[in-house]
């Protein structure tokens, strides 16, 4: 069986969480091995380094700082778990991937989309998902719904206007890369999604 490699994106509280669950429980039991991870995060070095990108004593942090160590916890996701678990047939589920940088550093931060797939590059060694899900919900529903959880991380206590160009970032990089980014709007409920996700990587799967 060949691997199979999927992102789920969206803004902060879009319910990404829910769907890479379901997600996990189908690929199952189509037979898959799966390894599920987030970012940035998922190895002992990159959970490290989230703790530094996300802590919010940092606010001093350069926005070209915060690029680089969110390429160097996935140089590390890359190289540990999930280029071996792809060349050994697995399915890979990660929560945020590359678009993720792409759009907070890349267009909310104003980077740019280039330099950010640049510089992810080296991290890259060339591993894309297949499929990426992102689950759309206007900036001001997806605070709203992260504010009842915790207490918020460096990234969470953004402006609204810098979420509100998360959101519109990531409706953009859909068009522009509309043929491996799929977008569902994150209001459905939790089934339908589900039902659509599977809709698209069927013909993947049962090949
Ligand atoms: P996390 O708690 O994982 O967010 P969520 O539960 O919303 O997925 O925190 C990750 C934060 O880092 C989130 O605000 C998005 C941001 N981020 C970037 O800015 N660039 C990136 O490359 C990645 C992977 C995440």
């Known amino acids: 069986m060949e691997g199979l490699f999927i992102s789920m994106e ?6 990404k969480t829910t769907q890479i669950e379901l997600l996990n429980k189908y690929l199952s039991e189509q037979g898959y091995e799966v390894i599920i991870t987030r970012e940035p995060g998922g190895t002992r070095i990159s959970e490290a380094i989230r703790g530094i ?22 140089a590390q996701l890359v190289a540990e778990v999930i280029k071996p678990a792809l060349s ?9 991937f590359v678009d993720s940088s792409v759009v907070y550093q890349g267009i909310a931060r104003g980077l740019g989309i280039n330099t950010v797939y640049d510089v992810n590059s080296y991290a890259l060694q060339g591993v894309m998902p297949h499929f990426t899900f992102l689950l759309d919900l206007p900036a001001e529903a997806g605070l709203a719904r992260k504010k009842k959880q915790a207490e918020l991380d460096r990234m969470e206590m953004q402006t609204l206007d810098f979420h509100k160009k998360v959101a519109e970032g990531y409706r953009k990089l859909a068009e522009l ?9 994150a209001s459905l409920p939790v089934d339908t999604i589900h039902g659509i996700i ?7 799967i049962e090949v």
């Open 10 to 15: 969206g803004p902060d509280g879009a319910g």
């Open 53 to 74: 990108i996300l802590n919010k004593d940092f606010n001093e942090m350069n926005d070209v700082t915060e690029l680089l160590l969110y390429a160097a916890a996935r």
């Open 88 to 96: 050994s047939g697995k399915a890979v589920i990660s929560d945020r």
């Open 177 to 185: 890369y509309s043929d491996r980014i799929f977008m569902i709007d």
């Open 198 to 204: 599977k809709d698209r990587i069927k013909g993947m």
